[in-house]
């Protein structure tokens, strides 16, 4: 199974700074990966698939980069409403699986 | 409105069984994979299995916690999916998500989800 590994797994930052989540694959898989936000009590939701590619309506100041192994989320400024746990998800290979979780809160 | 429903969730005791629904609208429901994702109190994401579309035989995939105890099946006619939960153990709590991903000639994520439904493994 390939395992993801998220860091860090508890960040606090104030609004407008630049947040930067890693997210590494046990092994490579090419650029097939997801990042979701979830909110408490809500369920999660698409911010970029295929590594670097931006879901519709997803505020521009959130970028994926990276490929094989390593992988980051971007939020360029932060905002109140991107207080939220972030995961990363792989989908190249069975079982698809999760990273742990970043939980982003207001420092 | 492009949308999927959970149902069917509840307490249960060890050892019985589930059966969990999903309801789509709003798309094409026959053109997708269906994903079940869960979330066990306080922990983060898990994925449970997947199914296919007609394209491709309505074949399924599963985790290795619930292969064999969980079956995944859908009714195209209905824009339904289910899932049938067995023999189910308390590691088994949940609340659980059904996800639309793949379709021919898109990208596979989960880019809509259900609100979810509880599943409580309890005596």
């Known amino acids: 199974d390939i395992q993801l590994t998220q860091s860090p797994s508890f960040l606090s930052a104030s609004v407008g700074d630049r947040v930067t989540i890693t997210c590494r694959a046990s092994q490579g898989i090419s650029n097939y990966l997801a990042w979701y936000q979830q909110k408490p009590g809500n369920a999660p939701k698409l911010l970029v698939y295929?590594?670097?590619t931006l879901q519709s309506g997803v505020p521009s100041r959130f970028s994926g980069s990276g490929s094989g192994t390593e992988f980051t989320l971007t939020i360029s400024s932060l905002q109140p409403e991107d207080f939220a746990t972030y995961y990363c998800q792989q989908i190249h290979s069975y079982p698809l699986t999760f990273g742990g979780g970043t939980k982003v809160e207001i420092k | 409105e492009v949308q999927l429903v959970e149902s069917g969730g509840g307490l249960v005791q060890p050892g019985g069984s589930l059966r969990l629904s999903c309801a789509a609208s709003g798309f094409t429901f026959s053109d997708h994979y269906i994903d079940w994702a869960r979330q066990a109190p306080g922990k983060g994401l898990e994925w449970v299995g997947r199914i296919r579309n007609k394209a491709n035989s309505y074949t399924t995939e599963y985790a290795a916690s619930v292969k064999g105890r969980f079956t995944i099946s859908r009714d195209d006619s209905k824009n339904s999916l289910y899932m049938q939960m067995s023999s189910l153990k308390t590691e088994d709590t949940a609340v659980y998500y059904c996800?639309?991903?793949?379709?021919?000639?898109?990208?596979?994520?989960?880019?809509?989800w259900g609100q979810g439904t509880m599943v409580t493994v309890s005596s």
């Open positions: 295929t590594a670097s």
């Open positions: 996800a639309r991903s793949y379709a021919s000639g898109s990208y596979d994520a989960f880019d809509i």
